[in-house]
């Protein structure tokens, strides 16, 4: 041993209580960073979750206005397929009225004849037939108003 030299504590070395107080920073910021990384993993993955959830309430609003719109595209469909049978009611009540007319202006014609040619009981047939068919002109008009009522419900509902 040196005679000149004392050692001193290690408390009072400059250079160990340097080298302890780097290593002690060094490790709480290390601690500090490990901390703070898990709670920003934490973070990333609750905002994960919350993107998720709300992709998920998007997409299933996304099926239900599908949904709809499928089945408003299918009603559309049954609402058109019902237009179309309704024309077709009225272009047939429409035909058959006019039919009538024209036979009732063809009686009109015979019983003129008939009763010119002295034959009353022709003529009291044709008169009996033309009843009939007015009759049936009747009953076929609220046939044909019924299927026109029809037609223009349709019509408002696919506006």
Same mark, same amino acid.
């Given at each position: 041993? *040196?005679?000149?030299?004392?050692?001193?504590?290690?408390?009072?070395?400059?250079?160990?209580?340097?080298?302890?107080?780097?290593?002690?920073?060094?490790?709480?910021? *290390?601690?500090?960073?490990?901390?703070?990384?898990?709670? /920003?993993?934490?973070?990333?993955?609750?905002?994960?979750?919350?993107?998720?959830?709300?992709?998920?309430?998007?997409?299933?609003?996304?099926?239900?206005?599908?949904?709809?719109?499928?089945?408003?595209?299918?009603?559309?469909?049954?609402?058109?397929?019902?237009?179309?049978? %309704?024309?077709?009611?009225?272009?047939?009540?429409?035909?058959?009225?006019?039919?009538?007319? %024209?036979?009732?202006? +063809? +009686?009109?014609?015979?019983?003129?004849?008939?009763?010119?040619?002295?034959?009353?009981?022709?003529?009291? %047939?044709?008169?009996?037939?033309?009843?009939?068919? *007015?009759?049936?002109?009747?009953?076929?008009?609220?046939? +044909?108003?019924?299927?026109?009522?029809?037609? *223009? /419900?349709?019509?408002? +509902?696919?506006?």
């Amino acid at each position: 041993m *040196n005679v000149g030299t004392t050692e001193r504590p290690f408390w009072r070395d400059p250079t160990k209580i340097g080298a302890i107080i780097a290593f002690v920073f060094s490790a709480g910021l *290390n601690v500090l960073q490990y901390i703070s990384h898990d709670a /920003e993993i934490e973070q990333k993955n609750q905002d994960i979750v919350l993107e998720r959830s709300k992709w998920d309430i998007e997409r299933t609003k996304l099926t239900q206005e599908i949904a709809e719109k499928k089945k408003s595209s299918e009603d559309k469909d049954k609402l058109r397929a019902d237009l179309t049978k %309704a024309d077709n009611d009225m272009k047939i009540w429409q035909d058959s009225i006019f039919n009538l007319k %024209a036979d009732i202006l +063809l +009686l009109q014609g015979k019983k003129d004849s008939d009763e010119k040619s002295g034959r009353p009981e022709m003529a009291k %047939a044709d008169e009996q037939s033309i009843q009939y068919d *007015n009759d049936t002109i009747a009953v076929e008009q609220k046939e +044909l108003d019924n299927a026109t009522s029809k037609r *223009n /419900e349709i019509l408002a +509902l696919l506006k």
